[in-house]
């Protein structure tokens, strides 16, 4: 009898993570872009599983794939920038933003010996910049050309889409004039000597949110406490990459695979030291604030003015704070 009882509360002790075990994953993607760092850092010190959460994380080398993962129904949750959610919205996958990932990531870098003091400098120039229509290129065109320059792209200033891993060589081989790239590049341009920050957009445009958390509706209905538990995870992760910044820039430089980089003079820096630059020019967030939903407006009048938004749009059609306040609040306590 003694040990059919211990039979039986093993098997009872056991049922939590053999549920978790047989649930259906819930599959988030995410754009492997550093500043999406806390997507990996809830996986890898195990808060998705501390929430009792089966959680599929899907890396993805830009937004348009992710897109189409979503729409097929191969995804669930996605860690994505704002305008391709606004820009799917209008197109009819209806998405909701659902907390804040980080802030603060982009620069527009020129050749460390360039002439060129300002954005009005670049006219007549070629600026490497990411695929026409993607958010960078929005900031790109409408912000820094336009705002801060007084240049109409593809007119005043000639764009030249690239990967943004290809633009420090492009940069420093006098193939472009200047760059408009994010993080790490931004910083190894910079710790090598070969380039310098014109203009810092976290400096310009002070907090400035870039991606986030988002889910479809499909999701939301049928797995609410799943996503509320990730928001809950995602929260934890943004929490220890601010309070343990060290061993935090460690995971993400070899989760990266970040190289160590040499610098003219021929010393040698590790790859967490780079990832210690970039923070410099990123930092990490869940809370949406009043100035994030302006800012995402902005980008959204931005790629109606520029013919990429096939109508307008408001940033509360898309964003829902109603699920980080349910995230807030203390999980309750199961008996």
């Keep these: ?27 988030i993607g995410w754009v492997r872009a550093l500043a999406n760092a806390p997507a990996l850092i809830a996986e890898k010190n195990g808060y998705y599983a501390q929430e009792g959460l089966n959680v599929e994380l899907k890396a993805f080398g830009d937004g348009p794939i992710v897109q189409q993962a979503l729409s ?5 949750m996605a860690y994505i920038g704002a305008p391709p959610v606004f820009q799917w919205v209008a197109r009819g996958l209806n998405s909701r933003i659902l907390a804040k990932v980080n802030y603060g990531q ?28 993607s958010g960078m290129d929005l900031l790109l065109r409408g912000y820094v050309a336009k705002e801060l320059g007084g240049l109409e792209a593809d007119k ?20 472009v004039d200047a760059a408009f790239t994010w993080e790490p590049f931004v910083s190894s341009a910079v710790l090598r000597g070969s380039g310098k920050v014109l203009v810092d957009l976290n400096r310009k445009l002070p907090n400035y949110p870039w991606y986030v958390v988002m889910a479809v509706p499909r999701t939301l209905a049928e797995r609410p406490d799943e996503v509320v538990k990730v928001l809950r ?7 220890f990459l601010n309070l343990h910044p060290a061993e935090a820039n460690q995971i993400i430089a070899e ?32 809370k949406i604030e009043p100035t994030d939903l302006r800012f995402i407006q902005r980008l959204m009048d931005y790629s109606l003015s520029l013919g990429l938004l096939n109508r307008p749009l408001t940033a509360g059609q898309l ?17």
């Design 255 to 286: 989760a990266f695979e970040i190289a160590p980089i040499k610098t003219a003079a021929g010393v040698t820096i590790a790859p967490a030291a780079i990832v210690q630059e970039a923070r410099k020019r990123l930092g990490w967030s869940d």
């Design 72 to 76: 097929s129904g191969d995804l669930d």
């Design 1 to 27: 009898m003694f040990k059919i009882l211990a039979l039986s509360f093993a098997v009872l002790s056991l049922t939590p993570a053999l549920a978790q075990a047989d649930s259906k994953p819930l599959r």
């Design 233 to 239: 995870a995602h929260r934890r992760a943004i929490a």
């Design 156 to 175: 005043d200033v000639d764009i030249v889409s690239m990967p943004a891993a290809n633009m420090n060589a492009a940069l420093e081989r006098g193939l």
């Design 319 to 335: 964003v829902d704070p109603s699920w980080q306040q349910r995230a807030e609040q203390p999980a309750l306590v199961r008996k």
């Design 106 to 133: 982009a620069a527009l870098i020129v050749n460390a010996n360039s002439p060129v003091k300002s954005v009005a400098d670049l006219r007549g120039k070629k600026v490497a910049g990411l695929a026409k229509g």
